[in-house]
């Protein structure tokens, strides 16, 4: 039954969820632990089909499913220090002007990563065209 549950998560389309994320809606627990689900079950999808792929040299595939096996699990450690960090500061009742240092920083953070994404994907699409359609 797990696998089948794994199978059917990584099928959703989760855009109008990510939609919210990005738009800055907080997410109640059901869609958020939805989420983070699909997202392991995404890249679990991902791992079998690279270990899958028989072309690749078993060396290739293993460091990229080890590669991949790290991502989800610092993904899974910036998601708990984010939590982690958030509670620390809230324990410290810092004043309002502290507070939008502190989630400034938090959110420029977030931004670092998600603009290191964007770079690595885009370089990751153009590798993948023709040669004629190279910038």
Request: hydrophobic residues 35%; contains cysteine; glycine residues 2%.
């Amino acid at each position: 039954m797990r696998g089948q549950m794994w199978e059917l998560l990584s099928s959703l389309d989760l855009q109008p969820t990510v939609d919210k994320v990005q738009q800055g809606v907080v997410l109640d627990f059901a869609h958020y632990s939805l989420l983070r689900d699909s997202a392991d079950a995404k890249l679990r999808h991902l791992m079998h089909k690279v270990n899958g792929n028989t072309e690749r040299e078993p060396t290739v595939r293993l460091q990229s499913e080890q590669d991949l096996l790290r991502l989800q699990d610092a993904c899974l450690r910036v998601s708990h220090l984010l939590q982690t960090s958030c509670l620390a500061l809230r324990r410290l009742q810092l004043d309002h002007q502290d507070q939008r240092l502190a989630r400034e920083a938090l959110e420029s953070q977030l931004a670092y990563m998600q603009a290191c994404l964007h770079r690595s994907l885009d370089s990751f699409d153009r590798s993948s065209w023709p040669d004629s359609h190279r910038r």
